[in-house]
């Protein structure tokens, strides 16, 4: 769990990177932050909302890779599921 009074993006990729399951701002109300211990606590992720947001971000500009499957590949992988 993170605990914190930033809100900077960079800080919140980096320790989702460094394995924090919970992110919650110190300015959130006590009770997102039970609900976040508790979601963590059961294995869960939690996010606070600036969190999220910050995190659909990072993932929107991240360019997906190319197509690992040539057209040939492709043609019979669609065969075989056409069966």
């Known amino acids: 769990m993170l605990l914190t009074s930033r809100h900077d993006d960079q800080m919140i990729l980096a320790a989702q990177q460094a394995g924090i399951r919970g992110w919650v ?3 959130q109300h ?6 976040a211990v508790r979601e963590v606590a059961a294995g ?6 600036a969190g999220s947001r910050c995190v659909v ?5 991240t ?3 190319p197509d690992p499957l040539s057209s040939r590949e ?8 056409e069966g």
């Open 57 to 61: 971000e990072a993932c929107r500009r």
């Open 25 to 27: 701002q110190k300015t």
């Open 44 to 49: 869960g992720v939690y996010l606070s909302t």
């Open 63 to 65: 360019a997906l890779p």
């Open 30 to 35: 006590a009770q997102e932050l039970i609900r």
């Open 74 to 81: 492709r043609q019979v992988l669609q065969l075989i599921a």
